[in-house]
């Protein structure tokens, strides 16, 4: 099994679903910003008919910033440690995406707990990229966690939010083959590449229910 290629036992990505006006998106993102830019990426190549209306970032020095600017996306810094209450960061937040007229939130590397509050904002219209096949490896350090379990094939998943974390209906999963002498930073290379062809793909299906 640890000859087989990402691309062999990951899923074939279908073509999305045609909509008829373009998906307004709001993307959440805490570090490199990776997983936002394939979305822009898919966006520019007809893959993914939407628009990025703004990007949210909550650490001051997320890369997600820098190439929000390259893209010409607007993106607003709303930093977790200003609130003493996540209910609170969470009510700023929804008052940032409603002013950029978004319909749908795409949490790309987000790490913070979602609350009641941005859940009932956007009830089924929030999702979330994870390292893992869920249900297996929830929380932080996934990839960690697939490591040390010893197990054979992890991968990325991309979820509608619930306010239980990770839970929520798995709308899309690739596979990756985890090799003998994989660390979290090669492992992580490999699924994010995966993540990069399921999330821009799941987002379109999810808009058709």
């Known amino acids: ?21 373009p998906l307004k998106l709001g993307i959440m993102a805490s570090g490199s910003g990776s997983n936002f830019e394939a979305v822009a990426q898919a966006i520019q190549n007809g893959q993914l008919n939407a ?20 893209w010409n996306i607007k993106s ?5 440690r200003d609130y003493k209450y996540r209910k609170d960061l969470d ?10 007229d978004v319909e749908w939130v795409i949490m790309a590397g987000w790490m913070r707990l979602a609350t009641q509050t941005l ?10 990229i994870h390292p893992s096949l869920l249900p297996s490896f929830k929380g932080v350090g996934a990839i960690e966690q697939a490591i040390e379990a010893g197990v054979k094939i992890t991968g990325c998943t991309v979820h509608l939010v619930c306010l239980e974390m990770d839970s929520g209906k798995i ?22 590449i995966q993540e990069h062809r399921i999330l821009p793909a799941a987002i379109g299906l999810a808009a058709k229910g």
């Open 119 to 128: 859940i009932d904002a956007f009830p089924d219209k929030i999702i979330n």
């Open 91 to 100: 009510k700023q937040i929804v008052q940032t995406l409603r002013s950029h």
């Open 171 to 192: 709308l899309m999963q690739a596979a990756v083959p985890v090799l003998p002498d994989d660390n979290p930073d090669t492992l992580h290379t490999r699924i994010q």
């Open 1 to 21: 099994m640890n000859s087989v290629s990402p691309s062999l036992i990951s899923p074939d990505i279908p073509t999305q679903p045609q909509v008829s006006t």
């Open 51 to 70: 628009q990025i209306q703004v990007l949210i970032y909550n650490n001051p020095d997320a890369y997600a910033a820098v190439r929000a600017d390259k």
């Open 76 to 80: 607003v810094l709303i930093n977790h």
